[in-house]
């Protein structure tokens, strides 16, 4: 069973930076993607990037190019969300989830960790 631990939320002003990370345990295999995704009071959660390990492949939502970034560190089997230059916009839960390459549906989540953005 995977499980997902996020963790680095936190109160930021906008314009600041805050760096989320994700321990992932249990898989068995490197056939796998690993997502951020984010939900603001009100609104859908919404995909804000995903790394695919099977080919190191990275994708990003559009209004978050040029500010987040994703990275992982294996021997850690972490993955990171480094935002900068945040906007009060961004302020939502923040959550990891996990999947199976070929598997559409994003079978294992974290709890969630929360961001606020000030103006």
């Known amino acids: ?9 936190g109160l930021v002003q ?3 930076s805050l760096r989320l990370s994700c321990a992932a345990s ?26 695919t390990r099977s080919d190191g492949t990275t ?5 978050v190019k040029g500010r987040f970034t994703m990275s992982s560190d294996t021997a850690k089997n972490t ?5 900068n ?7 939502a839960v923040y959550y990891c989830a996990a999947r ?5 549906t994003w079978a294992s989540w974290g709890q969630g960790t929360q961001v606020t953005v000030s103006s």
């Open 1 to 9: 069973e995977v499980q997902l631990v996020e963790s680095g939320g």
């Open 14 to 16: 906008a314009g600041g």
């Open 26 to 51: 249990g898989f068995t295999s490197d056939d796998y993607a690993i997502g951020w995704f984010r939900q603001a009071p009100g609104k859908e959660r919404e995909g804000v990037s995903c790394f």
């Open 59 to 63: 994708m990003y939502q559009d209004s």
């Open 79 to 83: 993955v990171y969300l480094q935002m």
């Open 85 to 91: 230059n945040l906007e009060p916009e961004d302020t």
């Open 100 to 104: 199976a390459t070929i598997d559409p």
